[in-house]
């Protein structure tokens, strides 16, 4: 009697810890290489449910952020834009919804409604230096993920074991 109480103990202990270490419970925006056997870079979001990437145009020089929120489906609404030049490569104006500004000697596409289940970024390896920008801080992706590696940006929920092999933006610096 005594050793299937053990015996059973033991199990709901052995069941509770792969409950803890497989369930994935942490809410986290997580950069994935194409390269599946590189290591994935990610930040856990909680209340925040806003995030920001800044990098410097290639052609002008010139700081660019895009304004993004997560929404309850855990899809990726891009709300804003702000860039330097309307230059190559950048708008020169707001489509259909949106609204552009030109203040400061910064120009902003707000109201955007754009969403993706995820997008793909490639983090630059000569001029952009892409940072994110969450809690009002800034953290070099190039820090945690090599330069020139192209990773899918999406929403995802991961387990302990997850949190474990990849690497915690907010924590390598």
Request: charged share 20%; no cysteine; proline share 4%.
């Amino acid at each position: 009697m005594k050793k299937t109480r053990i015996r059973l103990i033991t199990l709901i202990i052995i069941i509770l810890m792969a409950i803890l270490i497989f369930f994935p419970y942490r809410q986290a925006v997580v950069f994935q290489p194409r390269d599946h056997s590189m290591v994935f870079a990610y930040f856990p979001i909680n209340d925040d449910q806003t995030f920001k990437i800044k990098y410097t145009h290639s052609i002008h020089l010139s700081d660019v952020v895009e304004s993004y929120k997560i929404l309850p489906n855990k899809e990726i609404q891009q709300y804003e834009l702000m860039y330097a030049e309307t230059a190559v490569g950048m708008p020169a104006n707001a489509a259909e919804g949106e609204k552009f500004e030109h203040k400061n000697g910064k120009y902003y596409i707000k109201n955007m409604k754009r969403t993706f289940p995820y997008f793909y970024l490639r983090i630059g390896q000569v001029r952009a230096n892409h940072r994110v920008i969450f809690q009002n801080k800034q953290y070099q992706l190039s820090k945690s993920i090599k330069p020139g590696t192209s990773v899918k940006v999406a929403i995802r929920n991961l387990n302990l074991l997850q949190q474990w092999k990849g690497v915690n933006i907010l924590e390598s610096f």
